[in-house]
């Protein structure tokens, strides 16, 4: 299914943008394509956005460059809450310079930054304190638009429960200029334990502040169906959309767990092969026991490089290497170029070895080796 287009260029002067969804990359709402889009509309001259919003949130980053990219343009913004603004879609909501119209059964809803991440202690720890560095930007911003004292802000807004505020609430705090009557036949929700619930009954009612009809239509445009689509067809496609949505989060969880699996196997593998290669110069009496940690930190930083100036090095050949057999346990007297390599043990013959090395991988490769 093709992703519905967000925007709809109504004039040369006025735009409307529906922020239905989660904002995030390849999510409904990729802020980072919205910006591309409404980039081409300021060159167009248009002057005036309308954001029509049912949203429960999503990535911060995303959100705050949005409310920057608005705030640095000379555009006149009007956010229309047509269901719920919550988490950062409640937050792209503080600049002053926005007017926002909340219908009487508008949702807001604010909680602290929350995220996940994987990594030893420190990196946890680090990743800690950049979430305390964004929550820290969200208070002030909340607290910018309603005048409020940052303390304050952060003790009632950003506690350790999800704070949900009615329209009444958010307009006595100055976080909504005006709350206007749509489509009357609505009821309030009678759930609000998630921001789930409250965005999915908001998008079954399917209603603004325009009239029902009139976004019914727009809607259907934007699921790339006809004006003329049932309701029912409109919240099927809805329904589906997010049930596409879900599916494609929980596939991108697994990639990224793969991903991080690999990464791991990655890690070990290098570190296996630096300990091999130090190692063996330390056995080859290349360099002593004490130079062990630079020399391993040069060959993280640059195997190759680290490799070239080990194999130039002299060294101190055992007394057993000139002796029958040269040094070679018995255990792998008969071993060839393959056998080394499944013990791991290539980079230790290369270092301590070198002529039974290059015997055995001509024997393997059919050609000389050149160190």
């Known amino acids: 299914m093709n992703k519905p287009k967000l925007i709809n260029q109504t004039n040369s002067q006025q735009a409307d943008i529906y922020m239905y969804g989660i904002i995030g990359r390849y999510m409904d709402v990729d802020i980072n394509y919205l910006i591309k889009e409404l980039e081409q509309l300021r060159k167009a001259g248009v002057k005036k956005l309308f954001f029509y919003v049912n949203c429960d949130g999503g990535e911060v980053v995303q959100g705050q460059t949005l409310w920057a990219y608005l705030d640095r343009n000379d555009f006149d913004v009007t956010f229309i809450i047509d269901g719920i603004a919550a988490s950062i879609m409640a937050m792209i909501l503080t600049n002053p310079k926005f007017i926002i119209i ?67 609430e958010a307009r006595d705090l100055g976080l909504v200029n005006e709350i206007r009557e749509g489509n009357e036949d609505i009821t309030e929700p009678q759930n609000l334990d998630s921001s789930r619930d409250v965005y999915q009954y908001f998008e079954n009612q399917l209603t603004n502040c325009i009239t029902k009809e009139q976004n019914m239509k727009k809607v259907a445009l934007l699921l790339n169906l006809s004006e003329d689509s049932t309701e029912q067809a409109v919240q099927t496609a809805v329904q589906n959309l997010i049930n596409t949505n879900n599916q494609q989060v929980v596939d991108l969880g697994k990639k990224d767990n793969q991903i991080t699996e690999l990464n791991n196997t990655i890690k070990e593998t290098n570190t296996a092969k630096v300990k091999n290669l130090i190692d063996g110069a330390i056995e080859a009496k290349k360099f002593g026991e004490d130079m062990r940690e630079s020399y391993t930190e040069m060959a993280v930083e640059n195997y190759d490089r680290t490799e070239k100036i080990i194999s130039k090095m002299s060294g101190v050949k055992p007394v057993i290497d000139g002796l029958e057999g040269g040094g070679v346990p018995d255990a792998e007297k008969n071993w060839k170029y393959d056998d080394y390599f499944k013990a791991n043990k290539l980079e230790n013959l290369k270092n301590t070895n070198q002529d039974r090395f290059a015997a055995l991988y001509k024997e393997k490769f059919n050609r000389e080796y050149k160190a």
């Open 102 to 168: 909340a219908n009487p059964y508008s949702k807001f809803m604010y909680h602290r930054v929350q995220g996940g991440v994987n990594g030893n202690s420190d990196e946890v720890r680090s990743y800690a304190d950049m979430m305390d560095k964004f929550e820290a930007d969200l208070v002030d911003m909340f607290s910018k638009r309603t005048k409020l004292d940052p303390k304050k802000v952060k003790k009632e807004y950003f506690g350790n429960q999800n704070k949900w505020l009615n329209a009444e």
